[in-house]
């Protein structure tokens, strides 16, 4: 599955800031919907260290009203957390309707990270292939949309990106040890990765592979696929941007 993903793929700036602009327009008018029609949504990032999760999704909320949506950055569990089950926390996380949560990283880091590091016994992360998508199945069940992003990137992009960032000043608290000790293991991460998506996308909650050598082409198809997968779900078509300097446009069109 994820050597069949085109890493070539590439935006030029030009493009990049006309599409960006395109879609956030697109998106923020959805977002107006989600609300009015009660719809809750939960979009999951995930991917390699400095695959770009946080700029994509910034650039997805770039243009969204504030009040309609929240992030959630998911690291380590706290101590209370640790007591309950691993998914308590996210269902304490799920959003109301009419508000779009986003999760930078999610409950797969029971498959991923916990997996690889042995912090989930093997019985316990195979059996959570089981219980995560019945948690996806129970959030489609009460009419929530969504969306799931995996940001993959070569080993050798994220070498670059990895010394970019600690020869970068205001870059470099990005970089831990931890991310090193990850890199290393990149092997058994590229495993727990192909198990994931073969095990977890289902018809209700299918994932989208997002090519992240190009942080351009990458940023642009999260967005578009967010588009599209909200358009359908609330059945509406946001008008398409005028170029600047042209006059009014049309009205909204509900898809019937």
Do not use: C
């Not at 107006?32 to 994509?56: C, F, H, L, N, T």
């Not at 931890?178 to 495993?191: F, G």
């Amino acid at each position: 599955m994820l050597e069949t993903v085109d890493l070539s793929l590439a935006l030029d700036r030009e493009t990049y800031v006309q599409q960006l602009a395109r879609r956030q327009i697109q998106l923020r008018e959805l977002g107006y919907q989600v609300y009015v029609q009660k719809r809750p949504v939960v979009i999951v990032y995930e991917g390699w260290d400095a695959a770009g999760k946080g700029g994509s999704i910034k650039r997805l909320t770039e243009k969204l009203d504030p009040r309609g949506y929240v992030v959630y950055p998911i690291s380590a569990p706290t101590g209370e957390e640790k007591t309950h089950h691993y998914l308590w926390r996210f269902w304490r996380r799920v959003p109301e309707r009419g508000q779009i949560a986003i999760f930078d990283r999610s409950w797969y880091g029971r498959v991923l990270v916990e997996r690889v590091e042995g912090f989930a016994a093997e019985g316990e992360w195979r059996r959570a292939y089981r219980e995560i998508n019945s948690f996806e199945r129970n959030l489609r069940d009460f009419g929530t949309i969504l969306i799931k992003f995996w940001i993959h990137i070569s080993r050798e992009e994220q070498l670059r990106r990895f010394e970019e960032r600690r020869a970068t000043g205001y870059k470099s608290w990005k970089l831990t040890a931890e991310d090193w000790r990850n890199r290393e293991k990149w092997p058994l991460y590229e495993e727990a990765v192909r198990d994931m998506l073969l095990k977890t996308s289902t018809l209700e909650a299918p994932w989208t592979i997002v090519e992240g050598n190009d942080k351009y082409w990458a940023r642009v198809k999260a967005l578009s696929t967010a588009v599209e997968v909200l358009s359908r779900e609330l059945g509406y078509t946001p008008q398409e941007p005028l170029p600047e300097g042209n006059g009014k446009g049309g009205g909204n069109k509900k898809k019937r």
